[in-house]
């Protein structure tokens, strides 16, 4: 069976929050299409207008097929120039906005982020998991987790801090992650705060020479950073992992956002 792709381009004024979850909810309809995010958010000027432009307009070229873009602005000068772009085009506020104000007799406030106020819920939901992430990172606490969402486990610097605030801005999810050591792999087994949560375990592994490059800016010189220690550690890890039935990613290659989403569809299988 051959899967669509289209490439889905989210842009807005403030952090695109509010035109990923009306493109999530809408998309969320059609089975069989792989859909593709790119994100720009805080587009508040001429030349990111341009260039937001031009990057569809390259979309368009290279796949033969328009890019869908799912837009919040409320610069009309800045919206005017998107609009010149090679897309097909979900606007928020010529869709739902203009329609209200002429119902409402009112004009519509221009203020940029209004819908993520501190009285909305959903704000409040993002803030209180990614305290659960800060509060969870790098196995600082292992109190509550059975109320984590997700936990990722992975070897230092294989990833796990900013995926966790990713999954938790992003999608309001309670993301814990975990750090595997070599005293663990000495002892042979999944650490014992780890064992009752294996249900939320997902692995992060990272090619051993990239791990080396990032551990090498941070400790330069030290047996952590050597390339035969890299190398030990991932082995060490992955063969762990597989032992436990924990399913792991390769974040060598892979951007936050596809590894976050990756790890949603692991999450709600289906959706």
């Known amino acids: 069976m051959t899967i669509l792709k289209r490439t889905v381009i989210y842009v807005s004024d403030g952090t695109g929050i509010t035109a990923e979850t009306l493109g999530h909810g809408l998309l969320s309809q059609f089975?069989?299409?792989e859909f593709k995010p790119l994100r720009y958010p805080f587009l508040d000027s001429e030349d990111k207008a341009r260039e937001?432009?031009?990057?569809?307009?390259?979309?368009?070229q290279s796949e033969g097929v328009h890019p869908i873009v799912?837009?919040?602005?409320?610069?009309?000068?800045?919206?005017?120039?998107?609009?010149q772009a090679d897309a097909f085009f979900i606007d928020l506020f010529d869709t739902f906005i203009v329609p209200l104000e002429k119902e409402l007799g009112s004009r519509y406030s221009r203020a940029v982020g209004r819908s993520h106020g501190q009285a909305n819920p959903e704000y409040n939901s993002r803030i209180a998991a990614m305290n659960f992430a800060?509060?969870?990172?790098?196995?600082?606490?292992?109190?509550?987790?059975?109320?984590?969402d997700i936990i990722l486990v992975g070897v230092s610097r294989s990833g796990k801090t900013p995926t966790s605030l990713y999954l938790s801005l992003q999608f309001s999810?309670?993301?814990a992650n975990y750090p595997l050591i070599p005293e663990d792999f000495e002892r042979g087994h999944l650490p014992s705060r780890l064992q009752p949560f294996r249900g939320k375990l997902y692995g992060?592994?990272?090619d051993p020479e990239q791990l080396q490059r990032i551990r090498f800016e941070r400790r330069p010189n030290s047996k952590y950073a050597s390339l035969d220690n890299?190398?030990?550690e991932v082995a060490a890890a992955e063969k762990m992992m597989k032992r436990?039935?924990?399913?792991?990613?390769?974040t060598t290659s892979r951007s936050i956002e596809e590894l976050a989403v990756q790890l949603m569809q692991e999450l709600n299988p289906g959706h």
Do not use: P
């Open 31 to 33: 089975e069989g299409i």
């Open 204 to 206: 992060l592994t990272i």
């Open 134 to 148: 800060l509060a969870h990172d790098d196995g600082v606490s292992d109190a509550d987790l059975k109320s984590a």
């Open 70 to 83: 799912i837009m919040t602005q409320t610069n009309a000068e800045f919206s005017s120039i998107l609009h």
């Open 52 to 60: 937001c432009v031009a990057r569809i307009n390259e979309v368009k």
């Open 173 to 175: 999810l309670r993301a």
């Open 230 to 232: 890299c190398r030990y």
């Open 244 to 250: 436990e039935g924990i399913k792991w990613f390769d």
